[in-house]
């Protein structure tokens, strides 16, 4: 115990004060109409993607407990408290191998369509990202570890991605095909980016899971690999629409 306080105490003293999401800036919202806030009990929890015109991507974390008429979405706005439309959620299905850093993907239905001249629908990506690739993500998350202090403006940062041995080393857990392992130095997920977008070359790549204290400790970030579940996606999405 008193090693590990003692490398805590280490880390906060090497650690850089930064912005987030991670050193984020103001998204241009324009390249990120497709992206979601998440509401659970009125307040902003999570990210999503509009991937359908009724169909919403998220984590699986952010939903997995969560009664549907306590969520609701909120689309075509970079300012989360103003404008857009709020659109409640009527529908969801969570993978139903879902545990922590697994299969840690969710579907939402909407009541009506997301989609309008302010929104767009993110195509999913068609392959795999690779190594030393620099995808970009966005969110409405905290800037700080704890500081409570949210964006209203959505921010937006780039991350690059590494081998999956990469992040198996650092966080010493087994990180497989199902996920995608990214870190570059001044960008990090925080609380309220989960379930939110990671994109390259205008595709969705990856959805938001796991950043480390916020920027706050030098680890990777974790993102599940929406390559891995292109085929859960599209099965999903029939079934939802069917069922809805
Ligand atoms: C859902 O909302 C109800 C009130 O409408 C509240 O009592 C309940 O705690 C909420 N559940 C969760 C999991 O947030």
């Avoid at 408290?81 to 840690?104: C, F, M, P, Q, W």
């Avoid at 579940?229 to 069922?243: E, V």
């Amino acid at each position: 115990m008193r090693m590990f306080f003692g490398s805590w105490f280490v880390l906060i003293l090497l650690s850089r004060g930064t912005l987030g999401i991670q050193d984020g800036v103001d998204a241009r919202f324009e390249l990120w109409s497709f992206m979601a806030s998440l509401w659970i009990n009125g307040h902003h929890e999570c990210g999503g993607t509009v991937i359908d015109n009724r169909i919403i991507l998220t984590a699986a974390q952010c939903v997995a407990d969560i009664p549907l008429k306590n969520l609701s979405v909120r689309v075509g706005t970079v300012d989360i408290y103003k404008g857009g439309s709020i659109i409640a959620v009527t529908a969801k299905i969570v993978h139903e191998k879902y545990r922590e850093l697994n299969n840690d993907i969710a579907l939402l239905w909407l009541k009506t369509s997301a989609v309008s001249d302010r929104v767009a629908k993110a195509p999913l990506t068609i392959k795999e990202p690779a190594e030393r690739e620099f995808p970009s993500n966005a969110g409405w998350g905290e800037r700080q570890l704890e500081s409570y202090d949210a964006p209203r403006k959505l921010q937006n940062g780039v991350t690059k991605i590494h081998l999956r041995k990469f992040c198996s080393d650092e966080l010493i857990e087994t990180i497989g095909d199902n996920l995608l392992c990214s870190y570059y130095t001044q960008n990090d997920i925080c609380p309220g980016d989960y379930g939110g977008p990671l994109i390259l070359g205008n595709k969705l790549v990856g959805i938001a899971i796991q950043g480390h204290g916020c920027g706050y400790v030098n680890l990777p970030s974790i993102y599940t690999n929406v390559f891995h579940y292109l085929k859960w996606i599209d099965d999903n999405s029939k079934k939802i629409r069917k069922n809805k």
